[in-house]
């Protein structure tokens, strides 16, 4: 192999690493509640709404936004998803008068 092609190709100790994954009985609370957080795109396809609906639930109280920074906003993907169960038999009593 050429020299300008050894400089582009990644050393063999960085192709061969392996991530090492805890067993899930060792995961931290951060790291479990990290792994639920979900973005504003992610939340807005959830919720099939816009993304200035989506804040006005959040600050309704219907689930909660966890905001790092001035941009990056994210939500509870299960506050979500009971948002929605919670939601929908309401929706449906209304379209379907018994």
């Known amino acids: ?3 300008y092609n050894q400089r582009w ?6 192709e061969n690493k392996k991530e090492v994954v805890s067993p899930s009985g060792n995961v931290s609370p951060v790291d479990k509640a990290m792994s639920n957080l979900i973005k504003m795109k992610e ?3 959830l919720l099939k709404a816009s993304a200035p609906t989506a804040r006005k639930y959040a600050r309704l109280g219907c689930y909660k936004e966890y905001r790092f920074g001035q941009k990056l906003v994210f939500y509870d993907k299960q506050e979500i998803l009971d948002f929605i169960l919670k939601r929908e038999p309401e929706t449906e009593s209304i379209s379907n008068p018994d």
Do not use: G, L, T
Request: aromatic share 8%; charged share 35%.
């Open 1 to 3: 192999m050429n020299r």
């Open 9 to 14: 190709k990644k050393p063999d100790w960085a």
């Open 43 to 45: 939340a807005i396809q």
